[in-house]
């Protein structure tokens, strides 16, 4: 706990620090920062899950408590109006105690409503950051000042640069995700559904579905050509192929984001397309150091694809370079190699060049990417590549002028199995990089 106390303490100074800047460039005297309302489904009575808003978990690891506030002026030490109501219908969260409360100075608020009268009177200088604009109206704050631009951009650049408390989360996350992980994958053995296995990657992680930072693609079979599979069937399939996993977990606010994909039968053409599509990505992985622009990786990838498509004898006839610069990889690899990571999952701020917000796109060729940033020491990526067998993108390919370089015989065979993704989760340092999933063994 006190590792944990001194790496929060120098996390705030970090932030206070940013804070006098962003306030000093825009003549601002405070920063409010709302954790987020509860929103109520339309025509009835109950709330969706509550999502906190992630500049407010940037500053504190309160996740699941709606109408909080944060005042943040970088001199004084943090203000958080902590909601704490008289409720016998729900658990109310009593006021927190924990190894971070020393850093903030914390105000029950028992009724959402009294912020009005709480807040500090002198509000015409102040930026709010958060999720519900008619609140920053109703307190007082002008409209120029709800969430403005500059001040987001620079608050969203600066969380590419973790601290050691935001590692330790992180690596936390990991550990708790790499659990569900071997769980899952003993399930899908055992030959569970989707659904099972789904509940024992929950079981194991401690975490219910609205807890995960996203929803998990547990994807049997075929299933795994849809990137983002999520139906979850309740009944196994009466022939177990494949499994493709992608499935994280959050700890104090931070995401952990992992996919492995398993044959069902070691010796099958499948289980080896696996096995090597594993050593490109770790070979890729291998080549990463600062300095180098995120973009470099991700045609990397597509180089090294070619070369998977040519030795398991998917595409003929043509060099590894022909076929990445017509794109035959494409329909094969048709998202990013990856993203930034951190307090969301598809983290802020990928394509921004600097703290004004200079924005470079993803490459024309390639416009799923998510990033384009030059690695620097600190930020948090993913790595996962893919290898799908799927027939809207390779429809076109069959009738088109390449059509006699595809072998459709192999590839059809393929195409019960779904894909391949393989993700791990890159801490970039000044002189190597760290692979916090694999330094948890996770094959």
């Avoid at 899950?49 to 001199?75: E, M, R, Y």
């Avoid at 409720?87 to 850093?103: A, R």
């Avoid at 120029?144 to 600066?158: E, K, R, T």
Wanted: glycine share 6%.
């Amino acid at each position: 706990m006190e590792t944990l106390v001194n790496l929060y303490h120098d996390h705030i100074k970090v932030l206070q620090t940013r804070a006098q800047q962003v306030l000093a460039r825009f003549e601002l005297d405070a920063m409010l920062i709302h954790s987020g309302e509860l929103l109520t489904v339309f025509l009835d009575d109950h709330t969706y899950p509550f999502k906190v808003n992630p500049q407010f978990k940037a500053w504190l690891p309160v996740t699941s408590v709606p109408h909080c506030w944060l005042w943040i002026d970088g001199v004084n030490k943090p203000k958080l109006w902590f909601y704490s109501p008289v409720d016998y219908w729900h658990k109310v969260e009593p006021l927190p105690q924990s190894f971070w409360t020393s850093e903030m100075e914390i105000v029950a608020l028992r009724n959402a409503d009294d912020i009005n009268q709480l807040l500090p009177a002198q509000r015409q200088n102040v930026a709010y950051i958060g999720p519900v604009p008619e609140r920053a109206s109703q307190i007082g704050i002008k409209s120029a000042s709800v969430n403005p631009q500059g001040v987001i951009d620079f608050l969203h650049y600066h969380r590419a640069y973790k601290t050691d408390y935001e590692l330790y989360c992180m690596r936390q996350a990991q550990k708790s995700a790499v659990t569900g992980h071997r769980a899952a994958k003993e399930a899908f053995l055992s030959g569970m559904s989707e659904f099972d296995i789904n509940v024992a990657y929950l079981s194991a992680t401690g975490h219910r579905d609205i807890d995960v930072p996203y929803g998990n693609i547990v994807a049997l079979n075929e299933h795994a050509s849809i990137l983002h599979y999520t139906q979850l069937d309740h009944l196994p399939p009466e022939q177990s192929r494949s499994f493709l996993l992608d499935a994280g977990t959050e700890y104090n606010g931070y995401a952990a984001d992992l996919t492995r994909t398993y044959a069902a039968h070691g010796d099958s053409e499948f289980a080896q397309l696996i096995k090597d599509m594993n050593s490109e990505e770790l070979a890729l992985i291998g080549t990463m150091k600062a300095g180098v622009r995120y973009t470099e990786y991700h045609q990397q990838m597509h180089q090294r694809l070619a070369r998977l498509l040519v030795k398991h004898q998917l595409i003929k006839g043509l060099s590894e370079e022909a076929i990445v610069a017509n794109d035959l990889t494409g329909p094969f690899m048709p998202h990013g190699i990856g993203h930034p990571l951190g307090l969301q999952v598809h983290d802020v701020a990928g394509f921004m060049q600097d703290d004004s917000g200079t924005h470079l796109a993803a490459p024309r060729q390639y416009p799923w990417l998510r990033c384009t940033r030059i690695m620097e020491p600190r930020m948090v990526v993913t790595i996962e590549p893919g290898l799908y067998f799927i027939d809207s993108l390779l429809a076109p390919w069959r009738e088109g002028k390449f059509s006699q370089h595809f072998d459709w015989g192999r590839i059809d065979a393929l195409k019960p199995y779904g894909g391949i993704r393989i993700e791990d989760n890159i801490v970039i340092h000044p002189h190597s990089v760290e692979n916090m999933t694999r330094d948890l063994k996770l094959a």
